[in-house]
């Protein structure tokens, strides 16, 4: 992230100060506005689904869901750390249904879950399951084609469903299988 | 379909209820987790942010594309298509951005516009998540994990107009 972050802010600013210096300033500026803007829609979703989830964790629903799904948790993830399985089943659980702004804090505490027991491959397994999207229903894009007056909006489930499970079958795949330096 | 989220707040709360759990305390506190956890995003969101209207108005995001578009319609991405798939990668909002002027250019019945909303769909903004997911973490040797994402995706994208050509 460091030298991806670093090479294209570099490459625009090099460009910007050719072709138009006098943008330079308002576009960061405007970045900055922007990323509170979304910082206020991302806290609309997390406060929702983490009010929620801390009902169901109060309760003992998240906690019965994470003993149910420990054992396939273990073998894919191969981690026995409750807390971290109970964060990836509600991670997964949110991603399927599509609210994938939801899943984000649940990887966040399972990946700091597995930060205490230095399981790196657990770590990168669960951001590539994210990074390549694993989703049943394509809740804002069907919600958009029905906005633009589309006859069909969820024509476009069935190849996006394809789509995804290939995607994130692929990368696990490689993933896995590939040489070991790339697990730890 | 629309009835699956009230139907899941409706059992959780009331599971909730049943075990006695104090549910204004406990849901209030869930939401004050949750502006800590905003609270903690808005650093890394901020940068990415000003990088990506930094690579806009640079005009770099144009030149690549294109650059770039050739190759994609070799590969059967319709080159309207181009900037949203170099876009995805980075920021959500603003690929969503392209896929609006996409479904709103070629409507969202035509070709395009169906390619357009399956590769939007079946992808995910892998830069994002690789920051904020390891925030705060000891260096970690994220560039395989990141580099397999990005190739999956794209295949995905080739995978995605191929299927939209047929189905």
């Known amino acids: 992230m460091n030298a991806i972050f670093t090479g294209i802010f570099l490459a625009s600013l090099l460009a910007v100060a050719v072709i138009s210096p006098e943008g330079f300033l308002p576009a960061l500026l405007g970045g900055a506005e922007k990323s509170l803007a979304m910082a206020v829609t991302l806290f609309g979703i997390y406060a929702v689904w983490m009010g929620l989830s801390r009902l169901a964790e109060k309760s003992g629903l998240s906690g019965a869901a994470a003993k149910a799904l420990k054992p396939m948790c273990g073998k894919i993830f191969r981690t026995d750390n409750t807390a971290a399985c109970e964060g990836i089943a509600m991670n997964l659980a949110c991603n399927l249904l599509g609210i994938g702004g939801a899943a984000t804090p649940y990887a966040v505490k399972a990946i700091g879950e597995l930060e205490k027991d230095n399981n790196s491959f657990a770590q990168k397994l669960l951001f590539i399951v994210n990074a390549t999207s694993v989703q049943l229903i394509p809740t804002t894009v069907i919600a958009l084609r029905t906005s633009a007056g589309s006859a069909a909006a969820a024509d476009i489930v069935l190849p996006s469903l394809i789509c995804t499970t290939f995607s994130t079958l692929f990368a696990a795949i490689v993933f896995i299988f590939g040489p070991k330096k790339w697990r730890c | ?167």
Do not use: H
Request: hydrophobic share 55%; glycine share 6%; charged share 15%.
């Open chain 2, 1 to 167: 379909m629309a009835m699956l989220i009230p139907l899941i707040f409706i059992a959780v709360f009331a599971f909730a209820a049943v075990k006695k759990v104090k549910i204004y305390e406990e849901f209030s506190a869930g939401v004050g987790e949750a502006l800590k956890f905003t609270l903690s995003l808005i650093p890394c969101l901020a940068a990415i942010f000003m990088m990506c209207e930094l690579f806009e108005v640079s005009t770099l995001s144009d030149k690549l594309t294109k650059l770039l578009s050739p190759v994609f319609s070799f590969l059967g991405i319709p080159a309207e298509l181009t900037k949203l798939v170099l876009i995805k990668p980075f920021s959500g909002s603003g690929s969503l951005a392209y896929l609006n002027e996409i479904i709103a250019e070629y409507g969202a019945d035509s070709y395009t516009g169906r390619c357009a909303c399956v590769c939007y769909g079946s992808s995910e903004t892998i830069f994002y998540i690789s920051a904020v997911y390891f925030a705060g973490l000891k260096q970690k040797k994220l560039a395989a994990p990141i580099a397999i994402s990005l190739v999956s995706t794209f295949l995905t994208t080739i995978l995605a107009c191929l299927l939209c050509r047929i189905m």
